[in-house]
């Protein structure tokens, strides 16, 4: 499995920008999809986005759809997710994952074997 390590959280007020970091380490990073899930209190685990091997396609819930951003380097093995017009209901945490390798990336977390231990996201009103 690869290791995963997300990073760039914090505390935003509604309307603003964070961008996430997440550095993998263990396998080839290009083999891997990558995915980006969040958990609020109370709430189950929900998909962000998720981008392929290349970078080159990225799917996203409609809940960010046109404010989230993911890319990726695969030199320096990093997963990006850029945060824009942040909402108070963006406050989650927030997750990099990784399906087994050569795997299309799906919605579905129960599809991904490996995860990072998540970084905190508040956005204040």
């Known amino acids: 499995q690869v290791q995963l390590v997300e990073s760039g959280g914090g505390v935003v007020q509604a309307g603003g920008s964070l961008r996430l970091s997440c550095a993998a380490s263990?396998?080839?990073?290009?083999?891997?999809?990558m995915g980006w899930f969040r958990q609020a209190p109370g709430k189950e685990r929900e998909f962000v986005g998720a981008?392929?091997?290349?970078?080159?396609?990225?799917i996203y819930a409609d809940s960010v759809k046109g404010r989230f951003t993911i890319s990726r380097d695969n030199a320096k093995n990093t997963v990006y997710l850029q945060m824009n017009s942040l909402k108070p209901e963006d406050t989650a945490v927030y997750y990099c994952?990784?399906?087994?390798?050569?795997?299309?990336?799906?919605?579905?977390?129960?599809?991904?074997?490996?995860w990072g231990q998540g970084t905190q996201v508040t956005v204040s009103s």
């Open positions: 994952a990784a399906p087994t390798p050569f795997t299309v990336a799906t919605p579905r977390a129960s599809d991904f074997a490996s």
């Open positions: 263990g396998r080839t990073f290009s083999n891997y999809a």
């Open positions: 981008i392929s091997w290349s970078g080159g396609s990225a």
